[in-house]
């Protein structure tokens, strides 16, 4: 029994889409390319977003709502509760069957809510470790691709890792909970490269769906996931070239 929570149904049944391990050659190959076309919108989309905050958005407004975010513990807290909320939300609105506009939308707002988590830390890496985020992207790249190629060649299911990614996230949660109220050292390196072996797990994990477990229907879907996979290692890889500068 696969572990892709999206097979709800029979799959005997012709009436629904079939999955990219059971479909025409030619229908897998373009569920994959539609996958794969909707990241690089997504991924090109949050770097607009974040490229606009930093450039447009004056310095003084920037540093007030970094104030806003970052201004105790407990409001960092709020700030990831939200965005949690919002993932749960967007994530819903991807998996709809019955929307394809509600899966766009789901995409569109998981992308957004990315790019606001994400300013505190692009506005520091861009402001005081000048090419940390440009390295970063590159190294990101490079490991998503080589662990995309790694999938497609082998042809591995993946789906055995759900339970230790389920695991690994968990205790990664708990862990910065703790560090947020305890005000502990929360982005060490051993931590952070925890999270980059975690990020790349999700990166096999997700990817081996799209080759064998994903609906042909669901590209908005995967390219959620995937694209929630690298935001994750981007996220830790940036860290990681800020601490070492």
């Known amino acids: 029994m696969s572990n892709n929570p999206y097979q709800s149904?029979?799959?005997?049944?012709?009436?629904?889409p079939t999955f990219a391990a059971q479909a025409e050659e030619s229908e897998r190959v373009g569920f994959i390319r539609r996958t794969y076309l909707h990241l690089a919108v997504?991924?090109?989309a949050f770097a607009l977003i974040e490229t606009a905050l930093l450039t447009m958005v004056p310095d003084a407004m920037l540093q007030n709502i970094m104030g806003t975010m970052l201004a105790t513990q407990w409001s960092w807290l709020i700030v990831l509760g939200a965005f949690m909320g919002v993932s749960w939300l967007a994530r819903s609105w991807a998996?709809?069957?019955?929307?394809?506009?509600?899966?766009?939308a789901g995409l569109g707002l998981y992308v957004?809510?990315?790019?606001?988590i994400f300013l505190?830390?692009?506005?520091?890496?861009?402001?005081h470790y000048p090419g940390a985020i440009t390295s970063a992207a590159m190294v990101t790249g490079v490991i998503f691709f080589g662990l995309t190629v790694a999938v497609f060649l082998t042809k591995t299911d993946f789906s055995f890792l759900r339970m230790f990614l389920v695991l690994g996230g968990l205790g990664a949660l708990g862990f910065i909970l703790a560090a947020v109220v305890f005000q502990l050292p929360m982005l060490g390196v051993i931590f952070t490269t925890f999270m980059i072996v975690l990020a790349c797990g999700y990166i096999l994990y997700d990817t081996s769906n799209?080759?064998?477990h994903y609906r042909t229907d669901?590209?908005?879907a995967a390219a959620l996931a995937l694209f929630a996979?690298?935001?994750?290692?981007?996220?830790?890889?940036?860290?990681?070239?800020?601490?070492?500068?």
Do not use: C, E, K
């Not at 957004?112 to 606001?116: E, F, I, L, R, S």
């Open 9 to 16: 149904y029979d799959s005997s049944m012709s009436a629904y």
């Open 42 to 44: 997504a991924v090109a």
């Open 95 to 104: 998996d709809s069957s019955s929307s394809v506009g509600m899966q766009y």
């Open 112 to 116: 957004v809510g990315q790019a606001v």
């Open 120 to 127: 505190p830390m692009m506005y520091i890496a861009n402001t």
């Open 210 to 212: 799209v080759m064998l």
């Open 218 to 220: 669901q590209h908005v």
């Open 229 to 245: 996979s690298v935001a994750l290692l981007f996220w830790y890889i940036l860290r990681l070239f800020m601490s070492r500068r």
